[in-house]
């Protein structure tokens, strides 16, 4: 049976070296829903993140996507089998690889991903550049190419870690309003974390803050 969460977090404590970072913090997103989670740096939002990705063991709670236990604290499933996308700060692009071959990375094997970069790349506006390498684009493309790759496999969960932070604020405005028009149209589950409240209000209907480890509702 389907459920009707894209997400769900129940209960979810997370620490290291018996350090909590994360303590019984609660978050459910339905599909097209969009949250952000606010906190200063240290306040434990990229690690939430990577907690929900998969790269790390929780040690109590439990984590769904779409009604599925993905992790608890006997078990991880594998970040590749969670059909979700994540956008860092960093954008983390391939060096070696032309901006088509970033955006078909992981959709390789589908025989439909000529029509995927296509369509993305029309949607992002980085059509002409596909036969360059992230060195010889700007980091407006740059970022454009991140958020492209991130939606090729078409995933129902869309996460964002401070991705707009080495913006100038025409590209971050430009970059928003495209966005918005993007998860609007795909219908796609989107969790910001930022420390930036005005990022948060343009792109999310919700907010919650993270302190303390510690997530209440704002």
Avoid: W
Wanted: proline letters at 3%; aromatic letters at 6%; a negative charge.
């Amino acid at each position: 049976m389907m459920s009707d969460s894209v997400l769900k977090i129940d209960g979810l404590c997370h620490a290291y070296r018996n350090e909590e970072i994360l303590k019984n913090i609660y978050l459910e997103l339905k599909p097209g829903e969009r949250i952000a989670v606010l906190g200063e740096s240290g306040s434990g939002k990229s690690t939430l993140l990577r907690c929900i990705a998969g790269f790390e063991t929780i040690k109590r709670g439990k984590i769904l996507l779409n009604g599925r236990v993905v992790s608890d604290h006997v078990m991880t499933v594998p970040t590749e089998d969670r059909n979700l996308g994540m956008v860092l700060q960093e954008r983390a692009l391939f060096p070696h690889l032309t901006v088509k071959n970033n955006i078909m990375f992981g959709i390789d094997k589908v025989s439909s991903k000529h029509r995927i970069v296509a369509d993305l790349t029309k949607l992002f506006k980085i059509t002409s550049i596909l036969d360059k390498f992230p060195s010889e684009i700007s980091g407006g493309e740059q970022q454009r190419v991140a958020f492209a790759r991130s939606l090729a496999p078409e995933p129902e969960l869309l996460m964002l870690d401070e991705p707009f932070s080495a913006l100038n604020q025409e590209l971050k405005e430009e970059l928003y309003t495209e966005l918005i028009s993007i998860f609007d149209e795909r219908n796609v589950a989107v969790l910001l974390v930022t420390h930036d409240l005005t990022e948060a209000n343009r792109l999310t209907s919700s907010q919650a803050k993270l302190d303390g480890g510690e997530l209440t509702k704002t």
